[in-house]
């Protein structure tokens, strides 16, 4: 790459925090949705959300440069393929991803990114004096848009999930964790002989019998907590971005649950991001950046597979295989208890 080449490739990460303001003012304000399949008038978008026409055309512009819209004759747009996944009205749409990611609640821990990597706290619970899930308990708005994003994060990598391994060999999934249901849904769907426990909080589960209405019959949902107890009943655990939210110590105490609750035949299915020994510089910065709002947001951590061996270890599992869907960040690492 040119010496030009490299100050714009900066320029862009600079400009990051501007590109997630504009993703965030589009969402909020459903540009995506407004404009759908049509060719949508700037000027008649601004009358629409009875806002200026210059400075919403301004908007507009800097989401066509960004490539989520394209700008087909002056003040006239559509949408690309890239700014179709910020529709809401579509069940893979990072719309809600988009929201909780951008919102205040996601975002202000970033803000004293320093502190956290100086000291190794989580800075989310300097700011908020509580841990992030508990805040989300008291904000059932914010608990709403984390749902919704989570399940429309999930929904875009369920399918690929759903066959990165043998989840027919299995009669019982509890999906530890669950959240919504999506790639609990997704699993039962797949495999008509197989039957699911959806465990997750009160406020997880909320909304989750509408996403598993049409394996219903063969699911149950259970409200708990996953530091207290894990359902037994499974031959199958599966954490999906589970392990990723909590340190060693409090993901431990999950893994010793799960292994409580687990027979000797069953398995452990950690579906996590797992880390390269070193970056690669072919990969994705995603997981990275994940990495750091684990670290500000939740006190959680990506981790490698030899992480994810040693907390396996220590709580009574080992490795057995690890299942990698192609084309994405993910992977499956399955466990079988350790027996003596
Ligand atoms: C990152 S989300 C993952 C949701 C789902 N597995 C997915 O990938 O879409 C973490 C989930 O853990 C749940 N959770 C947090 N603390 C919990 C607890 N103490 N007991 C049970 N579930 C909990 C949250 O409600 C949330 O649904």
Redesign the pocket.
């Known amino acids: 790459m040119s010496e030009q080449g490299d100050r714009r490739a900066v320029g862009t990460l600079i400009w990051g925090f501007a590109a997630s303001h504009v993703v965030h003012v589009g969402t909020r304000w459903k540009i995506f949705d407004r404009i759908g399949d049509t060719e949508r008038d700037g000027a008649e978008l601004a009358r629409e959300l009875d806002l200026p026409v210059p400075s919403l055309t301004r908007l507009l512009r800097a989401a066509a440069a960004l490539g989520l819209l394209a700008e087909v004759a002056p003040g006239r747009f559509r949408l690309t393929r890239r700014g179709a996944l910020l529709r809401a009205d579509r069940s893979d749409s990072l719309y809600a991803f988009a929201r909780m990611l951008t919102s205040s609640l996601n975002t202000a821990a970033w803000g004293r990114l320093d502190e956290s990597v100086r000291t190794g706290d989580t800075a989310f619970e300097d700011i908020f004096g509580t841990d992030f899930?508990s805040q989300?308990g008291t904000d059932p708005e914010l608990a709403a848009l984390?749902?919704s994003g989570?399940?429309s994060?999930?929904a875009g990598v369920a399918p690929e999930l759903a066959t990165a391994c043998d989840f027919g060999r299995f009669d019982t999934i509890v999906?530890?964790?669950?959240?919504?249901g999506?790639?609990l849904a997704t699993i039962l769907a797949a495999h008509p002989g197989v039957r699911g426990v959806l465990?997750?909080?009160a406020?997880?589960v909320a909304g989750a019998a509408d996403v598993l209405g049409p394996v219903a019959d063969r699911c149950t949902i259970v409200e708990?907590?996953?530091?207290?107890k894990v359902p037994t009943g499974g031959d199958a655990y599966l954490?999906?971005?589970?392990v990723h939210?909590w340190d060693d110590a409090p993901a431990t105490v999950i893994l010793t649950n799960c292994r409580q609750a687990i027979p000797d035949h069953g398995r452990l299915l950690i579906?996590d991001r797992v880390l390269p020994e070193a970056v690669d510089p072919a990969g994705s910065p995603l997981p990275y950046l994940m990495d750091l709002h684990m670290l500000v947001n939740l006190g959680g951590r990506e981790r490698t597979l030899a992480d994810l061996e040693q907390l396996c270890a220590r709580t009574g599992f080992r490795v057995v295989d690890v299942h990698t869907p192609p084309g994405l960040d993910f992977a499956i690492v399955e466990a079988a208890p350790a027996l003596s």
């Open positions: 899930f989300l984390f749902r989570m399940a994060a999930t999906d530890v964790g669950g959240g919504s999506t790639l465990f997750d909080t406020e997880g708990g907590d996953f530091f207290h954490l999906k971005t589970i939210d579906a």
